[in-house]
């Protein structure tokens, strides 16, 4: 299960950051896994929503869906406005996807 979850997360992080490079004209190559760690993040916040997460920087609890919901707002903020360039930003948020939908789905096969 977590191989899967692992592969969904990257793939969708590769075809999320691909189309955006292809809608831009963007030249940039991109390499990584970073997708599949946003993906687990999120797993995580959707599987154990009130569990606290304390951040290294500010070192203030809070619960993990505020924490994967604050990753997902930077990341957007960041893509959008270019203004880490050299990351690939939608990447992240296109893990962040893969990992929701196969939550989703396996939420719905256990019905």
């Known amino acids: 299960a977590f191989l899967r979850f692992w592969i ?12 955006v490079t292809t809608a831009t004209g ?19 916040a959707m599987m154990f929503p009130t569990r606290k997460v304390v951040p290294l920087i500010p070192p203030i609890p809070m ?4 924490f994967a919901l604050i990753f997902a707002a930077v990341e957007l903020y960041l893509g959008v406005t270019g203004t880490a360039s050299g990351i690939a930003h ?3 948020l296109g893990g962040m996807i893969g990992g929701w939908v196969m939550m989703r789905h396996w939420r719905s096969a256990r019905r």
């Open 8 to 19: 969904a997360s990257v793939l969708s992080a590769a075809l999320v950051q691909l189309s």
């Open 26 to 44: 963007s030249t940039q190559a991109t390499v990584g896994a970073s997708g599949g760690l946003f993906g687990l993040l999120l797993g995580f």
């Open 63 to 66: 619960p993990a869906w505020f």
């Open 90 to 92: 939608f990447a992240h």
